[in-house]
């Protein structure tokens, strides 16, 4: 039921706008300046953002060090490095470091800062406060609004970002990036048709890189056009073979067409071509999702214990604690309940000894809550399964996370569930993330429970065929749909 807490932990992306050196004075107003006092960092930056943009992430690593190593105190240049580094260490460095220098740049670029910090700090309300703010400031600044975009995506309300990427769109039309978003926000909205005319003038814009090929691939496979997906990620990595994100996304045709086999193949070729451990460790991560779906539960655990020990060689105690909660995962799937409590308290303990900020270990703590609450649901503590389930959903309307709010009621349909309540757990279900295959799975349950056999058939195909990107939530979810559906 979880969502997949990311190997790659910083999730703000579209890097930021025009450049300008500290003091120049033919500074454009209307997008945010960044500064630097350095013009050959100012032109390694450009490199590095524009390869961002592109997601050639990895390629811009070297020309973000550049930037910094020409000016030490570039805090864009640290910010966006962040995201890309090897270890949870180096990437919660940069952050702060970047954030130690905020004070020191324009409002826009503060703006983006803190807004990065609150991201990360799974603080989606802050951060969504500081880029509404920024574009305040900026109404005109096309990166400044995609951010604002991007927040709306991740609130999930799709109509406000497909707004805001038109708007960025509308300003410099030639401008790619927000292409991209605007697709997969039609794309969650079922909205096809117009997802693939984004797909496809993104691809027009950049014909030559990997990644507009890649996104429409993801569309073809939430189409089921298995093949015709497969073909596009091919095309991305026939232009950029170190293009991992097509590795995953094979992976996931070839997992729905029902070849393991094949999916597990492509993953270990992503993780042959690798250049960090955090890109290992995520291809772990989908080889343990295949075995998932196959209902290998057994190989699946090898395979974040591999991650574990990859993320120990680098004393990366954040990436050590996800590997165990996603152990725990598993283990709780196989009805291993003081298994699973035991890797989930042993994960939260890794990650208050990792270098994340405060905030973000407060939140991963209150997350707890979520585990120990389904624990004791499984053995039967409904007592204390409601007590989690209170304290939890108190914590996350108290910092107005509209996602964990969001997971508080699935804790609340799960309850009950459990207890047969199947209205109470619809109910709960509507002020869920519906975008979860598991929610959709629990959804036809609730209905089997009230007698209404044709909604519970068409939520468990749903879940069945959702066709997103993998994690361990939809295969949990595919596995027990279908053994549903087969006993009905």
């Known amino acids: 039921m979880k969502k997949l807490q990311a190997c790659l932990i910083f999730i703000f992306v579209l890097p930021f706008v025009v ?18 006092t350095s013009e050959t960092a100012r032109e390694n930056f450009i490199k590095a953002r524009d390869l961002t943009e592109k997601l050639r992430t990895r390629e811009s690593l070297e ?36 954030i130690s220098l905020s004070d020191k740049v324009s409002e826009g670029e503060r703006l983006m800062i803190l807004g990065a910090e609150a991201s990360v700090n799974a603080n989606i309300t802050k951060e969504h406060e500081y880029y509404q703010k920024l574009v305040s400031l900026f109404p005109n600044d ?38 991209n978003m605007l697709g997969y926000s039609y794309m969650l909205t079922d909205n096809y048709t117009e997802a693939e005319k984004a797909f496809k003038k993104y691809i027009e814009l950049i014909p030559d890189e990997p990644n507009p090929y890649d996104s429409y691939a993801e569309l073809l496979l939430k189409m089921g056009k298995y093949d015709q997906s497969i073909e596009n990620y091919q095309k991305a990595l026939s232009l950029n073979p170190d293009f991992i994100s097509s590795y995953i996304g094979l992976s996931a045709d070839y997992m729905y067409k029902g070849n393991y086999n094949e999916a597990r193949n492509r993953l270990q070729k992503m993780y042959d071509v690798s250049k960090t451990d955090n890109d290992r460790i995520t291809a772990l991560y989908y080889k343990a999702v295949t075995y998932a779906d196959e209902n290998k539960f057994v190989l699946a655990i090898n395979e974040f214990e591999k991650s574990y020990s990859l993320a120990e060689k680098n004393k990366d105690a954040y990436l050590m604690g996800v590997a165990l909660d996603n152990k725990g995962d598993i283990l709780f799937e196989s009805s291993k309940y003081n298994d699973a409590l035991a890797n989930y308290k042993k994960s939260i303990d890794l990650f208050n000894s990792s270098s994340a900020t405060q905030e973000l270990k407060d939140n991963l703590k209150l ?17 204390t399964a409601a007590s989690k389930s209170d304290e939890f959903m108190e914590g996350v309307k108290a910092i107005n996370n509209a996602n964990q709010i969001k997971q508080a009621n699935s804790l609340k349909a799960l309850i009950a569930l459990e207890q047969k309540k199947a209205d109470e757990c619809i109910s709960a279900l509507n002020e869920a993330n519906m975008q979860n295959p598991y929610n959709l799975y629990m959804m036809g349950k609730a209905h089997h429970l009230k007698g209404d056999t044709e909604k519970a058939k068409e939520h468990y195909n749903k879940a069945i065929n959702f066709n997103q990107i993998p994690s361990l939530n939809s295969s949990f979810a595919r596995l027990k749909a279908n053994k549903m559906l087969k006993s009905m």
Request: glycine share 4%; hydrophobic share 35%.
């Open 19 to 36: 450049i300008c050196l500290f003091g120049c004075k033919a500074q454009n107003e209307e997008k945010v300046p960044i500064t630097t």
């Open 63 to 98: 020309y973000y060090q550049k930037a910094i190593d020409e000016d030490p105190n570039f805090a864009m240049a640290y910010l966006m490095r962040a995201q890309y580094r090897n270890t949870s260490q180096e990437s919660f460095d940069d952050l702060n470091k970047a």
């Open 142 to 179: 096309e990166r400044a609004i995609s951010l604002l975009g991007i927040s709306y995506y991740t609130h999930q309300d799709y109509p406000k970002a497909i707004e805001q990427f038109k708007k960025a769109t509308d300003i410099v039309p030639s401008y790619s990036a927000p292409y």
């Open 367 to 383: 997350g707890h809550l979520f585990n120990e609450g389904r624990v004791a649901l499984m053995k039967k503590d409904f007592k």
